[in-house]
DNA sequence: GTCTATAGCTCGATAGAC
DNA sequence: GTCTATCGAGCTATAGAC
């Protein structure tokens, strides 16, 4: 299980990141990761003392690899309208993870507002990395005076269609309403 | 804590469901819902064989308060476009469990998908409750041709609007989502 | 029908040898 | 750094008295 050029600690964060993702935080054991990482129970308390610090260091993991797609998004072309509709694609790009378990971090928010609030706020801040993002990126595309309110209504019309998406299990509705997401941001942006 | 007129049985499956939706399924134990039953621990396996069993109650007593809140759209006027409009407005009439919480079917959904796969199901039925009620109400309102990909999209906005709200505990943005989904709905209801 | 006591298990976490 | 052994607590669930 293991891979090469990991240390046991990446190894464990990554291990922890799949598995909270599939099977949720609360369901997840330390002996489930331990197992997943291919490494002895008693010894990741040698990397994290609590179970909440392999959760913080998953949402950091997260939050880095949000950033990545950003910056990904931003390679695939010059032009930021082009980059915005890219975004929009991830739900496609991710067809199959999200009709099997939702959003990572919209589901992971959705968790940890009921039982542990404390680390929700980690959630919202890479919602706010995204959404920062979004305004950023209107606001160049021409469109700085509704860039808020935009970026928001984008974030929560993606959040919509992967809970949709993961309660019929409907991959169909996934790629059409990713489709008429692409129609009406590109409306939006070519308005004039 | 007992309310008249409620067996036992009631007691237990009302209290259960409030702790599932304030702190998630698996994170809610058989003491704490005999605590906030007020009934003593071991005498409700007497009531349910399993937490499952006890889930599956919950579950049906959701989709029994959302057919009771399509019913109370229906007697809040007799004109269809209002019963639609009237049910977006469960936004508003929710709010702050909704910030505090999310959905209560989007939520639950959420969290079995990713662990309870069997039991998921239930949650899909009561979504399709919701739908094929937007399905035949819309398809009244002139709209039959494409009422069935519409009820898809409202619910996927009403979801989306209660994950960001849920994320950023922003009463405001739920209201003005809330808003922006009535003259959403009403552009589309009186467009002729 | 109601309640107590507890079995049997898994959990997160610790101590300490190597 | 790595691993074994194990703790105490809390869990679901059961047995059986009343």
Redesign the interface.
């Known amino acids: 299980m293991k891979q090469q050029g990991l240390n046991n600690k990446e190894l464990i964060v990554q291990a922890a990141d799949q598995l909270f993702?599939?099977?949720?935080y609360?369901?997840t054991s330390f002996s489930d990761i331990a197992a997943q990482a291919g490494i002895p129970r008693g010894n990741f308390y040698y990397y994290f003392k609590t179970k909440d610090d392999i959760l913080t260091a998953v949402l950091s993991f997260r939050h880095q690899q949000i950033e990545e797609m950003l910056t990904a998004c931003e390679q695939h072309s010059d032009d930021v309208k082009q980059q915005l509709i890219y975004l929009i694609e991830i739900l496609i790009r991710e067809e199959d993870n999200i009709i099997?378990?939702?959003c990572p971090i919209?589901?992971m928010?959705?968790?940890l507002?009921?039982?542990f609030t404390a680390l929700q706020q980690q959630?919202?801040e890479i919602?706010e990395t995204l959404r920062q993002w979004l305004d950023i990126k209107l606001a160049a595309a021409g469109l700085a005076d509704s860039s808020k309110?935009l970026s928001?209504?984008i974030?929560?019309?993606?959040?919509?269609?992967t809970?949709?998406a993961?309660?019929?299990h409907d991959i169909d509705?996934l790629r059409?309403?990713a489709q008429?997401h692409k129609l009406w941001l590109t409306g939006i942006l070519y308005a004039n």
């Open positions: 993702y599939e099977h949720g609360s369901q099997n378990y939702g919209g589901t928010s959705s968790e507002s009921k039982s959630v919202t919602f309110p928001m209504d974030l929560a019309r993606l959040q919509g269609t809970v949709l993961n309660v019929y509705f059409r309403s008429q």
